[in-house]
């Protein structure tokens, strides 16, 4: 739609006030929170305080900083058990394969649960981010791949190149187990080559479509033949015998290349950087990449040796990262939504659980990406289904809203009375699903815990709203905005009525079209 | 927070409206139906078409609200085989030697099948669907499939719901491509609603009105949410904007009220009947209704499962055309059958099948024309493999799209395929 981004740009240029920002100026509290929004999840007031002092470079190069190479919590024991995997088969008994399902389905959630955790916990929300991306990017899901123990393991891989060196991260993450089962890499072997990998590593990982031909395809998956898994370890061994060591070209050049050498081939083509760089600007800058910008970051990334630090700078410091017009015009991933509120209010569940399946409902289910593109993303996260679960989510937070609890339990303390009335079903030992639910019953047991994790979150709107900076409630309400839309509300939910009531102008801030971007 | 941009300055808070950007003209209380008509009206098309969805601009590139109304006052009702049905069980053929060999186990005796013809029988859990048979209001459509078949569910269902190749990756379903190039009239409900399931499926992506109704009551409880009242400052705003109005409008169409005569069984798939049933009793239309039954994905001991499941499909399907008959809609009814594959012919160790190919599927209605059409499976010459298609899907989906829908189905499907005779004219 050409003439539609004309018209929005023009719009745009009228109705934004040109900030003409000198190098060295501070970004001050809108910069603040436009940055931790697009490289973290959700801002929170002290973040705003933290950064809204610094110039751009600074800011950037702070957020940065911050990055880790492994998570700063604990998974769940189950994900680190050496126990020798055994994967069922056709063989197996009906049994064998139900019970198997059931604890794959059971450390799946446990892990989905604790991933979420670490994006609240961790001293590095940009880590997090990074991972997330890079999940989306060399997508695999559980769905195909089964065994959860192997989906964390590749969650560790992303996580320890996360903000390190691309080349890298692409060489481990095409070696990765759950790589190797979710594009058929163990089933291509010399003489019988499968060519899902050869083909996805260059239409979706490095070059892109339309820079390499059919036969680049099918050359390059003789090229990784032999790579494997061991059994019942799942970690990588390449074997020879398996191993077609003949000659093959790949985008012009011949050789008795191996994966490894084609990998490097990949990387030595500027369409690789360019793909790459031109992703991350749709997930961090605006949904039009700008191609000059793209080619000349690109060129910087490769020069450094593919150092993803270097892109992720690059873009930061892009004049349209920081434009006016460009802030609240992508739309939040479920998985931002819900830990970014959550951030943003400052409140921390102790099982993070429950809001990776409220995440699933929103149509982001971690460690399940619909297919090998992963999740499409921008406007695609919103339809009537997925919207609904989203302003749901938010009403929620609202309901058991401690005024309104507290008055439901008499005055008793909100925790208890929640403990109480859903004992039951605690007892049902959440977050078991049983394989055998009919849909219904799962959502029925979904909502139910979710529920219960919304009581247990013991949220005071007033309270919070006390606690942000600001003289007096209608400045405090101006900084509670401010953290929560990135740009004025966009419906007119807000009323007047609701000035006088904390809890209702947080909800129906919440509830504004506009909580849905970033 | 004192050096915002001036349009999330405090001031709007103070008056309490989101009045910040009094350059940008407000859309009068946008409802889609609004929206739609302001569009065709053409004063403004140009300032919101440019903000506007595909759909939007679909719409108002060909104002024809009353032949979209009526092409879409034809009901297409689908309903997915989730896990991937086996046709040979289900329409068994009988009159074909290798059928016994390749299925000791699961080989239906010839006398429980219902037979149809000298070559074919149904799977006695289908008797409900045999009045229409009679009726010849029921088409058997055999070898469906498509070439290069997959035998992932995953991939081989996303192939099915956004007709592409096998070799080619979609972004969206079929039906929201049709839509997007002509959408159901503003006063429709939806363009499509779907039934117990939050994936949009053949509805999925953008320029369809499709509403996922996992749980009415939960979708109008949870409707009162939606507003789509606002400024459409970006293309992003612009589309949840969009969705809020589709909400809306669906919520204010549907009421699940209607009384029907008609008992529907107590099976999942039979409050999804009932569900669709009081959908489609609503004056405001919707276009295409989709529903889901499974799983039938019997990769053990298939017998049982299977023959219960077939049961609540032919029972659901029996009181659909029972309760559609009841509001005199079922002659502008089409019903189809579709699902990721069949199942392998040669049975395996377990008393299941595993993933297979072509498969046979139903088309149901008061105009459809009854009769077998495809091609019965050859199964002397499959051994242990998989059967070849006789139609490829899309062939059924052009049918739709040219016979039921009188539409183009060339630019919906990337190419021509013949339709199909299964509707009378």
């Known amino acids: 739609m050409p003439i539609a981004r004309t018209t929005l740009a023009c719009a745009a240029a009228i109705l934004a006030i040109p900030a003409v920002v000198l190098a060295g100026a501070p970004i001050g509290e809108d910069g603040a929170r436009h940055l931790l929004a697009r490289t973290g999840f959700g801002p929170t007031a002290a973040g705003i305080a933290t950064h809204a002092p610094l110039d751009r470079e600074t800011a950037v190069a702070r957020v940065l900083a911050t990055a880790r190479t492994s998570a700063a919590t604990a998974p769940p024991p189950a994900l680190l058990s050496t126990e020798p995997l055994r994967p069922v088969n056709e063989q197996s008994s009906e049994a064998e394969r139900k019970a198997f399902r059931q604890q794959q389905i059971r450390e799946g959630i446990a892990l989905r649960g604790w991933w979420m955790g670490e994006m609240l916990a961790t001293d590095s929300p940009v880590t997090e981010r990074m991972t997330l991306f890079w999940h989306n990017h060399f997508a695999s899901s559980q769905q195909k791949v089964r065994v959860a123990r192997l989906m964390y393991r590749q969650n560790v891989t992303l996580r320890a190149h996360a903000l390190g060196d691309f080349g890298a991260l692409l060489h481990a993450a095409s070696k990765d187990a759950a790589m190797l089962l979710y594009l058929d890499g163990v089933r291509n072997r010399r003489g019988a080559p499968n060519e899902n990998f050869a083909r996805e590593v260059m239409e979706l990982f490095t070059l892109g479509e339309g820079h390499y031909t059919e036969r680049d395809v099918k050359e390059a998956a003789r090229a990784f033949t032999g790579w494997s898994l061991e059994r019942g370890t799942g970690t990588f061994v390449f074997r020879r015998l398996l191993h077609d060591p003949g000659e093959k070209s790949v985008l012009g050049r011949t050789g008795r290349f191996d994966g490894d050498e084609v990998l490097d081939l990949l990387l030595a083509r500027p369409e690789t950087a360019e793909h790459v760089v031109a992703k991350l600007w749709r997930e961090f800058v605006s949904p039009e990449p700008d191609a000059a910008e793209v080619r000349r970051i690109a060129a910087e990334f490769r020069r450094s040796g593919y150092r993803i630090p270097v892109a992720l700078s690059g873009l930061l410091a892009t004049d349209a990262f920081w434009a006016p017009a460009n802030r609240g015009v992508l739309v939040k991933s479920p998985v931002e939504l819900v830990v970014g509120t959550l951030t943003s209010l400052d409140v921390a569940p102790g099982d993070m659980t429950p809001f990776a399946l409220a995440s699933a409902g929103m149509g982001q289910n971690l460690f399940s990406p619909p297919n090998v593109k992963g999740w499409p993303g921008g406007e695609a996260w919103i339809d009537t289904s997925t919207l609904l679960a989203r302003k749901q989510f938010a009403e929620s937070i609202a309901r058991y809203d401690e005024s309104r609890t507290m008055m439901a339990a008499g005055g008793m303390g909100a925790r208890q009375r929640g403990g109480r009335t859903l004992a039951p079903d605690a007892a049902e030992g959440f977050p078991i699903i049983d394989v055998d639910d009919e849909p219904k019953a799962r959502a029925q047991r979904i909502a139910r815990a979710l529920d219960r994790a919304f009581r247990e979150l013991g949220f005071s709107a007033s309270r919070w709203l006390a606690s942000l900076p600001g003289d007096g409630p209608s400045a405090k309400r101006g900084t509670a905005q401010a953290i929560l839309l990135p740009i004025a509300p966009a419906g007119s939910g807000i009323g007047a009525r609701d000035e006088a009531d904390a809890l209702a102008f947080v909800r129906a801030t919440l509830l504004d079209p506009a909580f849905q971007l970033k | ?425």
């Open chain 2, 1 to 425: 927070m004192n050096n915002r941009l001036p349009e999330t300055s405090n001031a709007h808070l103070l008056t309490g409206s989101g009045e910040g950007l009094a350059a940008v003209p407000r859309l009068p209380e946008a409802r889609a139906v609004d929206r739609r008509r302001f569009l065709a009206a053409g004063a403004a098309a140009f300032a919101y078409g440019a903000l506007g969805t595909r759909a939007e601009v679909a719409f108002a590139a060909a104002p024809e609200g009353g032949a979209d109304a009526a092409r879409y006052r034809n009901l297409l009702v689908l309903v997915e085989l989730k896990g991937g049905n086996d046709g040979l069980n289900t329409v068994v053929p009988v009159g074909d030697p290798a059928y016994a060999r390749l299925r000791p186990k699961l080989a239906i005796a010839r006398d429980d099948a219902i037979r149809l013809s000298d070559r074919a029988a149904l799977h006695p859990a289908l008797a409900p669907l045999l009045p229409a048979w009679e009726r010849r209001e029921l088409a058997i459509l055999q070898g469906v499939g498509y070439p290069e078949p997959n035998l992932s569910h995953f991939r081989s269902i996303e192939i099915w719901e956004t007709a592409s190749r096998s070799d080619e990756m979609l972004a969206d379903g079929w039906l929201a491509r049709t839509f997007a190039r002509r959408p159901a009239p503003a006063s429709f409900a939806a363009d499509g609603v779907v039934i117990g399931d939050n994936d949009l499926g053949p509805l999925a992506g953008g320029g369809a009105r499709a509403i996922a109704l996992a749980d009415p009551e939960q979708f109008l409880r949870r409707a009162r949410l939606a507003s789509p009242a606002g400024e459409r400052r970006n293309p992003a705003l612009a589309h949840i904007l969009k969705i809020e109005g589709d909400v809306v409008q669906a919520a204010s169409h549907l009421d699940g009220r209607h009384a029907y005569a008609t008992a529907f069984p107590a099976t999942p798939f039979g409050n999804a009947v009932k569900t669709a049933a009081r959908v489609i009793a609503n004056d405001a239309g919707v276009a295409v209704v989709h529903l889901s039954i499974g799983s039938f994905d019997t990769h053990a001991n298939q017998a049982p499962t299977q023959a219960r499941l077939l049961g609540d499909l032919a029972q659901g399907l029996a009181a659909l055309e029972s309760a559609l008959r009841e509001i005199g809609r079922w002659d502008r009814t089409l019903v189809l059958t579709y699902a990721e594959f069949g199942r392998r012919p040669k049975e395996n160790q377990s008393a299941g099948t595993d993933h297979g190919t072509a498969s046979v599927h139903f088309a149901l209605g008061g105009k459809v024309a009854g009769g077998f059409a495809g091609e019965a499976p050859r199964l002397d010459r499959v051994g242990d493999g998989n059967l070849p298609h006789a139609i490829d899907f899309r062939s059924v989906y052009a049918t739709v799209l040219e016979r039921w829908w009188s539409t183009d189905a060339r630019s919906v499907l990337g190419g021509r395929f013949e339709t199909l005779p299964i509707l009378r004219g």
